[in-house]
């Protein structure tokens, strides 16, 4: 019997040294678009072929449409940006109808993201979206930062993020990504608890909370006050939460956080990512992805290996620290 | 009216520049104010007025300041494959483009052009373009494509506010071109003393003609252009700006609430993509 996603999965050629698995997923590169950062493949055509991606990750679908954060929604920082964008979409009808069919046709595969209010509008999409040929997986959102409800209030709590996935588990036949949210004092029950649950691939990370204040207006420089930081400032965070994950469970990790050239690619394949999530950095340079690529090509090359995925997981931590004796 | 609705333009591939701009001369033409010069054949092609790029303002490997900065495309010489950008240096981004030497050879990092466009006027329209601040780019490369595609010289009014004299820039470029240019400074320093918004709407009031405008200016012009346009029902185009992170309609970050068409609901709209400009019948109140 083949699974849907065996039928989904655009073939790949076996000897390629960027080929990858992802969980059930054969895919034809490490490269995703992280959701959010590539809207649904229409808009980024201008630059790329989405052909060229491992997958792509549209932007966070909710059942019905939603009209996202006020203004000012962007804020440059620091090596980063702050957004809260608020999930503005059209909605699971107007997806399906209007934005999957071109989607369908891209030579990838496309990994749906979806966020709801309640464990009930999670499943009733993934009901809807196990009916839709063309979905190679979806991505639970748990993680948004810029929401009222829904979102990261499942992602914060083991035992909802468990619930959650379970329920989603028994209703979509595809494989299942939970992207998770670094917001939390430790990730890994967490991360435990998604793959319980029944999760493929967990996606880490997404934004960390943050802030931006104007002191000579008194005011946010956010319309929702607080946003979610992305861009190289978060690199470090998210390779420790990363590391941190692929440890704790068996399940693969996507690394995501401040990805922009093929070293941070590498970085986190070797504290755990069996692949990895582009998103600012598609707002930056959009063409990231083929010239990424192409560096990945050579470093697996000038590094003797067969495929890039023989560095996931090589972190070494056994050296010795070396201790000094003294009064300090 | 749906002839007056400026149309997003289709992306295509070969709309976007792949290669690097080359610095023709950054020039400082004013306290704080520069024209930057410089060469890459598409986007000089490509561009029409309301038009922006998006530019990278941090070293080739450094992503410090993050975002690119858009610019409106200020002129372009199609022969010769160069485009002009205005910008002043308030920022980290306009601050490291100023410290670009003031001579060729600097390569800068463009993608674009992105957005919409002005939409021509009739040849029986009294045109009336109104700007502020940087905001007379776009209006600039406007006036410069009206005179030349026109077979009679199109009536062009040019109404430019500032808070001082000193801050009318760009002001000796439009005196050059066959179009009547009035003032306006906050302090009186030079022509009208007070809002250009205001010295256009008496200048308006006393024409005889169909009016059609144009403007694009900081916020606060904007919106006041907005409310005097819906007012007295000028058909009004205005090139509106917005904090942004990509610059083609992937972030979101940049939307304003704006109808789809007159009368009807707003929506969160992209100004990069469905933008920069919109009729002014489309533009939410308010929004200073």
Redesign the interface.
Known sequence: MTTPTEVHSPPTERQSPLATRLGPLRLRNPLLSAS????YGE?????VDPGVYGAIVG?SISRLPR??NP???????????L?S?GL?NPGMDAFISNYLPRMRHYDTVVVVNIVGDSIDEYVQMAERLDREPGVGAIELNISCPNCAVGGMEFGIDPQATETLVRKVRDCFRGPIFAKLTPNVTDIVPVAKAAEAGGADVLSLINTFVGMSVDWRKRRPRLGGVTGGLS??AIKPLALRLVWLASRACRIPIVGIGGI?NADDVLEFLVAGASAVQLG?A???E??SVPRILEALEQAVQDEGLDNISDLVGTLKTDKKPITIQGDG | MSSSTPQSPTPTPQSHATRPSRVVFNRRVGPGWYTLRLEEATIAQVSRAGQFVQVKTADRSSFDPLLRRPFSVYDVDRERGTYDLLYTAVGRGTRWLADIPDSPGTMVEVEGPFGNTFTAPTDRDSIYLVGGGVGVAPLYLFARELLASRSALPRITLCMGARTREQLQGIDEFRRLSLRCEVATDDGSEGFHGRVTQLFATLAERDREPLRVYGCGPQGMNESLRAIAVERSYPTEICVESLMACGFGVCFGCVLPIRKKPGGDFYNRRTCYEGPVFDARLLHPGIE
């Not at chain 1, 959010?36 to 809207?39: M, W």
């Not at chain 1, 808009?43 to 630059?47: C, K, N, S, V, Y």
């Not at chain 1, 203004?71 to 940006?81: D, H, K, L, Q, Y």
Request: proline residues 9%.
């Open positions: 959010g950062c590539f809207g808009e980024m055509g201008a630059f932007k009209n996202g203004i000012p929604r962007v804020c440059e920082t620091a090596s980063g940006m957004n964008i503005q861009g190289p922009m600012t598609h707002f930056v959009p063409r």
